[in-house]
């Protein structure tokens, strides 16, 4: 499988913007579909965004929409998730995943990263 390892979690004010990376390893991610979801205290794991082998498909939760932006560099095998305009609702561990089904990706079986903190402060 391919190792994933996120970066660039913190601590931001309402309204600020953070950029987080997911680095991969041992495989080329160009071989799959690459996704970012969260998971708050308490709460289960949740779809955030996700982007086909090729970037010709994108999705967003709705809560995220017109906010956050994933992208995929394949050349330097990382995926990017811009978010701006955080809530502290937006405060979870992020994860990145990777699968070789842009429809199946969020499944335990799916390559996950360890995660990385961001917490939004009002």
């Known amino acids: 499988q391919v190792r994933l390892v996120e970066s660039g979690g913190g601590l931001v004010q309402a309204g600020g913007s953070l950029s987080l990376s997911c680095v991969a390893s041992?495989?080329?991610?160009?071989?799959?579909?690459m996704g970012w979801f969260r998971q708050a205290p308490g709460k289960e794991r949740e779809f955030v965004a996700r982007?086909?082998?090729?970037?010709?498909?994108?999705d967003y939760a709705d809560s995220v929409k017109g906010r956050f932006t994933i992208s995929r560099d394949n050349a330097k095998n990382t995926v990017n998730l811009q978010m701006n305009n955080l809530k502290p609702e937006d405060t979870a561990v992020y994860f990145c995943?990777?699968?070789?089904?842009?429809?199946?990706?969020?499944?335990?079986?799916?390559?996950w990263g360890q995660g990385t903190q961001v917490t939004v402060s009002s």
């Open positions: 995943a990777a699968s070789s089904s842009y429809t199946t990706l969020g499944d335990d079986s799916n390559s």
């Open positions: 041992g495989r080329t991610i160009r071989n799959y579909a």
């Open positions: 982007i086909s082998r090729s970037a010709g498909s994108i």
